[in-house]
């Protein structure tokens, strides 16, 4: 049986906020996880990869007033496997495009995203609230606006918080843009060119640890946008999915050489067709990518 119920969501995600940093981990914590992009341009495969890395935060919480780089640092520790369409001469089609770091880490820290439908969201409507036996489950609309502009609105997103409000569990938002075309520099072609998001859909998923407080399980990202170049539209797709392996508190990554995150991930790969030890299975379109001859 479903019972619908109707909430005050705003209200809702700031019981969480309150309490958060006694019921989420807010140390110092080295995550080992499972790292996978895959990025597409008109809806065939451009990049592909699978790396195993050490993902250093300095707090489990995002920090609005400190550099995003600074919160995080990333160590790769193995390459699964690694493939890149490179340039081609006169070639128009932007294979080099990619998603900045600084967007992907602030959408994994929960109180950035509560914050934003807190503090900055409009028209919020409950769908539907379910109530099961250990879980909340809340589907709401709503749109985020800087000012009076609205940037995007939130379609059958989702928040599953425990039984009495105090912890979100899961949280999933579908976040779709207007299209609008801005002007941008690619510093790798040297040219001008217009870009548009059109949706962001992101999941968030936490566990309890062992001191009974929230770390996270697994972050998944998939944004999908067009970029212009001259009177050439190209479709792009880029999905990012970081799941968390084991957590060990400390300070700092020790020995280990760190990635620019001002660069992509990419950037600092060799192309790497092995497979063996993947930690997630291809699929068969993934699998022939990796084994395609460039031409």
Do not use: C
Not at 9 to 18: G, H, R, S
Not at 61 to 79: C, M, P, S, T
Not at 128 to 143: L, Y
């Amino acid at each position: 049986e479903v019972v619908v119920y109707n909430i005050n969501l705003k209200e809702k995600i700031n019981q969480v906020l309150i309490a958060i940093e006694y019921n989420y981990m807010s140390d110092n914590v080295i995550h080992n996880a499972t790292y996978k992009e895959v990025y597409r341009i008109n809806d065939s495969l451009s990049r592909l990869f699978q790396i195993q890395m050490d993902w250093w935060s300095n707090n489990g919480l995002y920090n609005f007033g400190k550099d995003i780089y600074k919160q995080n640092r990333v160590a790769i520790e193995n390459v699964d496997y690694s493939k890149t369409i490179r340039f081609t001469e006169g070639s128009k089609v932007p294979n080099g495009g990619y998603i900045e770091n600084n967007d992907f880490f602030r959408f994994s820290y929960l109180n950035y995203m509560l914050i934003l439908i807190q503090n900055y969201s409009k028209d919020v409507v409950i769908q539907s609230v379910q109530k099961e036996d250990d879980q909340i489950n809340v589907v709401f609309d709503g749109a985020l606006y800087q000012g009076e502009k609205k940037l995007f609105e939130y379609q059958e997103s989702r928040i599953v918080f425990d039984t009495n409000y105090s912890k979100v569990k899961f949280l999933m938002l579908n976040m779709v843009y207007p299209g609008t075309l801005e002007k941008a520099f690619s510093k790798e072609r040297n040219i001008s060119y217009e870009k548009a998001t059109l949706s962001h859909y992101v999941e968030l998923s936490f566990e309890e640890s062992n001191q009974q407080k929230m770390i996270p399980n697994y972050f998944i990202s998939d944004l999908k946008g067009v970029i212009r170049f001259g009177d050439t539209e190209s479709r792009i797709s880029s999905k990012q999915s970081l799941f968390v392996t084991g957590s060990t508190f400390s300070k700092k990554l020790r020995g280990k050489k760190v990635l620019d995150l001002s660069e992509p991930f990419y950037k600092s790969l060799k192309d790497q067709k092995s497979t063996q030890n993947a930690k997630i299975l291809l699929t068969q379109e993934e699998q022939s990518f990796l084994e395609k001859e460039d031409h």
